[in-house]
Structures are given as structure tokens and as C-alpha cells.
């Protein structure tokens, strides 16, 4: 059974109330109390009920953040951040893991709310988070959007520069001598991919080259499964593409799969660039060139964000936070398939 603070009580010969001001650092409990108090807890092996204590201080030193793909290393590098400046300040970290399906996020959403988190950080699924996101502030619940901005939806925000890093990818293919340059990318209603869509048409605008709505697939799963499905579609085409933008890094790795299967080579066959960097994989062999997006500092400063707010240190008036990305050219694109070293293009 579950050690109770009346437990403790028992064993260190006082009342439940004074067990209590010992475990809040009430400073009318004398040494001596204290001492016997401190060692009874350690005895039983005693875990004070932070929800309960929460609820009486109002405060829970709790935060909740919800991702839609915990396994993409983008969102675990946010993961990271977040934890890391929330241990700094105080507070404790809620994980929860949407897998892109509303239901869930609506669920875990509520269960944030009936913990009673100081406040929370969210990769919402799509603009059909919207209602999700009502509830929050009709419970004012303090939280911040990262990665993805909800249409209608003015909260504070920190996300990259989607349609410029598309841009400069496929301008980057143009300028290699491509012309027939596909998308993989996922639904309209997610931000990211509404953004790298506007960066890509801009691009193929830019450079005289015509928009084949063929050429753009909405990936079944924005995973490599879904990425390998969208590939085999765009090469059975009766033209079929020479290169290849994927809207994430996940996605590329089932390009990658989805050329092999067709015995094509990347990039003598396909050229590939995509979003986001796969940061081991990178060190072992520099392949995918991408837009590295710094997904720890999303995290870093999203959490900072939500901490300003929980204090009260900023007005009503929404944040936004623009992160750059680091262009990186490797050998999946073909510009310098000899050359084993990463190039960083400011």
C-alpha cells in the first residue's frame, strides 16, 4: 500500500500537520522535529503527493509538453530543451506523445488540465487543434505553440522560417540544373507544410519553372513508410522527377527507400534535400543536405516563454519567435558528391 503522510506521522511521533510544515519547509517546526520528521520520511520510503501540495499552494511546479512524434529527433532535440531550462527554473516536465492523432491530443490536453500544470508547450496536429487550444485558455492555462502556428489562433509562437528554407532549397536544385523537382509533403492543415509548399511554388517561380500539380504528394504518414509510398508514386509517373524535396527528415529516409527499391541511386538518379538534419546519421556519413533547423533552441526558448507568462512577466500581447536555419549541403543533392565534408552555407 501507498506510504500516507499519516504514516509518517505515526512513525516520527507527531501530528499529520506538522509532517506537513516539515515537507513545505515551514519554519515553525523546531531542529529536532524536523530531524525526526526528515528521518521518518527517509525510512519509509514516503513520496509527498506534489498534486496535492499544488493544489494548496496553487502552484504545481509542473509543465506539460505535448509533441505529435516523440521519435523524430526534431521534436526529442525540443523535448530536451524544454526539460532543460524547466529543471533550471523549478519545475517538472509532463511528457506526452500525440502521434499526429487528435483524440489523443485532446485527451492529454484535458489530463493537463485536470493536473493542474503551471502551463504547457504544444506541436499541435493541425489548424484542427483549434478547439483544443480554446480550452486551454478558457481554463487559462498559460502555453505556448511550438514548431506549428494554428490558423485563427493568436498565441505565443516559436517556430522557423518554413517558407524561406523551402525556398532556398529548391532554388539550391534550380541552380544545380534541375527542373522537374517534386514535393513530398504532408495536409494543408499543418502550418509547416502549408509554409514549405508557399517557399517551394516561390522557388520554382523564381527560377521560370512551371508548378505541376503532380509533382507535389501529401505523404500518407509523415514517416519513412509514407515517404517511401509518395517516392514510388512520383517515379511511376510518366515523367518522372529528377530531385526530390522532402518536407522533413523522416520523410527523406523512405525517399532513400523508396529510390532503392526502383534501383535508383541518390544523387546520381535523384537528387534529395529535405528539412531538418539527422544528426548521428550526419556524423557517420555526411548524405542528406538539408535545412537544419536548431530544434533544441525551440525548446529552450518556447520554455522561457511559457515560464515568462506563468510569472506574469509579459502583457496580453502574443510572442512571436522566428528561428533561423542552417543551410547544409551534402552528397544527396549531387553538388559535390566527391567532397566527403559537409558545406554550411550561412
Partial sequence: MRITIRDVATRAGVSPMTVSRVINDNHRVTPDTRRRVEAAIAELGYVPNRLARGLSRRKTGALGLIVTDVANPFFTLIVHGVEDVAWRAGYRVMLCNTQSDLEREREYLEDMVAFQVDGLGIAPVSDRSRPHLRMLAKNKTPFVLIDRSVAGFDCDLVKGDSIGGARRLVEHLIGLGHRRIAMITESPEVSTSRDRLQGYREALEG??????????????????????EATLRLLDLPEPPAAIFAVNNIVAVGVVEGARERGLEIPGDLALVCFDDIEHVSRLYPFLTVMAQPADTFGTIAAQLLLDRIVGRVGERRRIVMLPADFTVRVSCGAHSASPEPVAVP
Wanted: charged share 20%; net charge negative; hydrophobic share 25%.
Fill in 207 to 228: 527560377g521560370g519553372i512551371g508548378f505541376r500539380p503532380e509533382y507535389v504528394v501529401e505523404s500518407s504518414a509523415v514517416d519513412s513508410s509514407g515517404g517511401c
